[in-house]
Structure formats: C-alpha cells, structure tokens
C-alpha cells in the first residue's frame, strides 16, 4: 500500500509539473512569462499578454491537471485518489524542472476538488467569479474560494475530504503570502478584464 501511494504521488507530481502557461505562451510567441509580470507560471500572469484565449486555455489545463492525477489514480484504486491530488499540486506549486518555483496552486487544487466533490468545485467557482468581477483582484477571488471549501465540504458532506482540503488552503496561503500583504496595504494590483488581445510583437 506505501509503494502505491508513492508511486502515484510521484506520477501525479510528474504530472502536475508540466507547467501549460510556459509552454503556450513560448508557442505563441510571447516568450518566458516567468520575466513578465509576477514571474509566475499560471494564469493571471498569462493574461497579463494580454492574450485571453492562452489565459483561458492556462487555467483549464491547469484545472485538469489536477482533475486527470484524481480520476486516474481513483479508478486504479480510490484510496490513492487524494494522495493523488495532493502529489499534482505539488508539482505545480514546487515542479522540479524550475528550481521548485513554480505556479500558487489554485487552478490544479480547483481541479482536485472537482474530481473529489463536483458540487463543492462548482460552488467554489461561482463565487471566484463573482469576487474577481466585483473587485478585479485575481489574488482575492483564489483566497476566497480557497477558504471556503471547508464550508462547501461540510455542506455537501463530504467532510472525508476535509484534511486534504486544508493541506491545500494552506499551501495557496503560503504561495500568496505577498499578495496578501499587498492586499492588507491595499497596494495589490487589479487585472485588467476587459483589455484586449495583443500580438506576441506588441506585448514585448
């Protein structure tokens, strides 16, 4: 049972590790996005090209990196499920290929979460979006979501879940400790919902 629970820990690192918003945005032109913005390798920082299609894109695969090391691991054995999914959001948050800096974890937690409990995932969605178009703070809307999904578990009853849960929170907490002292010093920067579309030539 350890060697199966190693074993799918560290292919769902593997897999969690494959970092989607540096490998669109080289192919699309834009370069390395770890030397725009925030440096970091998820989708806020791919919007910030300006290019809405290569964030959108960033932020489903990164979902399903998440959703992918859950069900495959589940239908081998469903007690490895959520070592599973703890192993892919490691891999993105610390992959090894970057020197462990790698991208805060939201989307691929998001996409643990929609595996485990759909139902939690979906209310936890609605309300990133209403957060992140009241006040267009990315970092906000993923601390919000992440800190209610203790509450979407309990009320789904789905309280199993609850421990991998909080190893989760608390590792998006950490990853977004700056932004939080940005956020409490109300200097953390909006993102722009509405600009437009740019050419790889142009964003450089």
């Known amino acids: 049972m350890l060697l199966s629970s190693l074993v799918a820990f560290f292919l769902s690192y593997l897999l969690g590790s494959i970092p989607f918003g540096l490998l669109l945005t080289q192919m699309a032109g834009f370069g390395d996005i770890r030397a725009i913005g925030s440096g970091n390798i998820g989708a806020t920082n791919v919007l910030r090209t300006g290019n809405k299609k290569l964030a959108a894109a960033t932020l489903l695969l990164d ?12 239908a081998i054995d469903p007690s490895l499920a959520q070592t599973a ?22 989307a691929t937690s998001l996409g643990v979460v929609a595996a485990l409990s759909p139902a939690t995932a979906a209310c936890v969605l609605v309300l990133w979006f209403v957060t992140i178009f009241s006040t267009r703070l990315s970092s906000l809307s993923s601390l919000t979501g992440a800190a209610s999904v ?15 849960a909080l190893l989760l929170i608390l590792l998006i907490f950490f990853k977004h400790h700056a932004n939080i002292v940005r956020l409490i010093n109300r200097t953390e920067p909006k993102i722009n919902l509405h600009r437009h579309e740019s050419s790889p030539a142009q964003s450089e």
């Open 63 to 74: 979902t399903l990196k998440g959703t992918l090391a859950v069900v495959i691991a589940a």
């Open 85 to 106: 999914g703890l192993g892919a959001v490691l891999g993105h948050a610390f992959p090894v290929w970057f020197r462990f800096k790698g991208g805060k974890g939201v």
């Open 150 to 164: 203790p509450l979407f578990l309990i009320l789904w009853n789905r309280t199993e879940i609850l421990p991998l």
